[in-house]
Structures are given as C-alpha cells and as structure tokens.
C-alpha cells in the first residue's frame, strides 16, 4: 500500500512544482530511496513512501509547522531532524505549494 500513497504523493509534489521545475538550478535527484526535487544538486522536497511531502525548512520555521500542527518532525534511527518535516497527504494543495516554495527559497539560499 505505501508504493500508492508515494506515486499519489509523487504526481502531487510534481504537479505542484511546476514552476519550480522552470527554475535553470532544479532537477529531480534520489534521496531517502525515493526522487526529490533538488536546487544545485541538494535535495529541498521529496514524496514520502508513506505519502506525504517532506522537506527542509529553517529549524525555527520547523518547530512553527510542529507546533501548530501543519506537519510532524521528520525522525530518522530514532533522532528528530532540525529542519526536516512532513506535511501529510491531508493538507491542502495552498498549504502544499506554500511549503514547497519556503523549501526552495531555504535550500536555494544555503546551497553554493
């Protein structure tokens, strides 16, 4: 069942980036064994196995998205991440492309 909710997740994620997909520095790339959307070769969105979007945001902006419950902190071998959440597949397509936008403009900014 989670291969459905990630290719549903997937067609979101693309659908939803189209204009990013314009961007000269964007393309999809592998990460967490599944394809992200990368700025510069590092990864900024990705369609969750279980569905979902994840992403990098700022560590304050995280803990904003946490505490409100727009998304759960993305936790790998156990350990919370900084800057990584998840927003589910509940969430509105507003609030999906919102979120994919911080990623974006977040990754695009730190990354040389």
């Known amino acids: 069942m ?12 693309d659908a939803l980036s189209a204009d990013l997909q314009q961007q000269p520095d964007v393309d999809w790339g592998r990460m967490f064994g599944s394809t992200g959307m990368r700025v510069r070769g590092k990864v900024f969105a990705v369609a969750a196995h279980a569905g979902g979007l994840l992403i990098k945001v700022p560590e304050a902006h995280a803990d904003e998205l946490v505490e409100t419950g727009v998304a759960d902190r993305m936790v790998m071998g156990g350990v919370p991440r900084r800057e990584w959440v998840l927003v589910p597949d509940d969430a509105d397509d507003a609030t999906w492309f919102a979120e994919l936008q911080t990623a974006y403009t977040y990754v695009d900014s730190i990354t040389p």
């Open 2 to 13: 989670p291969r459905m909710e990630q290719e549903a997740a997937h067609a979101r994620l």
